[in-house]
T-cell receptor, first 113, second 115 residues
Framework: DAGVIQSPRHEVTEMGQEVTLRCKLI?????LFWYRQTMMRGLELLIYFNNNVPIDDSGMPEDRFSAKMPNASFSTLKIQPSEPRDSAVYFC???????????FGPGTRLTVT | AQSVTQLGSHVSVSEGALVLLRCNYSSSVPPYLFWYVQYPNQGLQLLLK??????LVKGINGFEAEFKKSETSFHLTKPSAHMSDAAEYFCAVSDRGANDYKLSFGAGTTVTVRA
């Protein structure tokens, strides 16, 4: 079975540009989590969805960040406009509700210059 | 709210020596417990988990962890370190039975293995 798929794997953009990160869940999973990892702050939960519904977005840094689940297997995380401090590795993870464990994608390394 | 404490941000062991990574949690009820490993430039990979039943849990790559309720601990061990074990390790907990499926992660422990 394919794991969590993220694209792109690397993104370099200039400050002020819009960035869209994409994630495909493991088939059959119904919970989706977006994380950000930096050296300074470690692993931070940004937002998570259950059955396509956003449950907790308290970790989203500011209004420049938005996330959607247009269908049960796909999610996007958008940053508009991007800033250098958004540079990080962004992970998505999926899980089967009730199972507890989350399965992580390979991450998108974002660099904003 | 749960919290996870990993004692020691860096651990250095010799190849063939015991690996011991410490994890303590605070939770009002026995939680689900997890250990994840992250190799450089990769995502987190599940090593093992405890949900219920036997308190000694075996995972991949020869790792195991023991849930000790009285000590609120879930320490990770491997009897003999291999060079390929060099990575960052994260302990995580989630509420048992709650509708909130967030994981609370520890800060991570980086393991280096000396030849």
């Amino acid at each position: 079975d394919a794991g969590v798929i993220q694209s792109p794997r690397h993104e370099v953009t200039e400050m002020g540009q819009e960035v869209t990160l994409r994630c495909k869940l493991i088939s059959g999973h119904n919970s989706l989590f977006w994380y950000r990892q930096t050296m300074m702050r470690g692993l931070e939960l940004l937002i998570y969805f259950n059955n396509n519904v956003p449950i907790d977005d308290s970790g989203m840094p500011e209004d420049r960040f938005s996330a959607k689940m247009p269908n049960a297997s796909f999610s996007t995380l958008k940053i508009q406009p991007s800033e250098p401090r958004d540079s990080a590795v962004y992970f998505c993870a999926s899980s089967l509700q009730g199972a507890g464990e989350q399965y992580f994608g390979p991450g998108t390394r974002l660099t904003v210059t | 709210a749960q919290s996870v404490t990993q004692l020691g941000s860096h651990v250095s062991v010799s190849e063939g020596a015991l690996v011991l990574l410490r994890c303590n949690y605070s939770s009002s009820v026995p939680p689900y417990l997890f250990w994840y490993v992250q190799y450089p430039n990769q995502g987190l990979q599940l090593l093992l988990k405890y949900t219920t039943g036997a308190t000694l849990v075996k995972g991949i790559n020869g790792f195991e962890a023991e849930f000790k309720k009285s000590e609120t601990s879930f320490h990770l061990t491997k009897p003999s370190a291999h060079m390929s074990d060099a990575a960052e390790y994260f302990c995580a907990v989630s509420d048992r039975g709650a509708n909130d499926y967030k994981l609370s992660f520890g800060a991570g422990t980086t393991v280096t293995v000396r030849a």
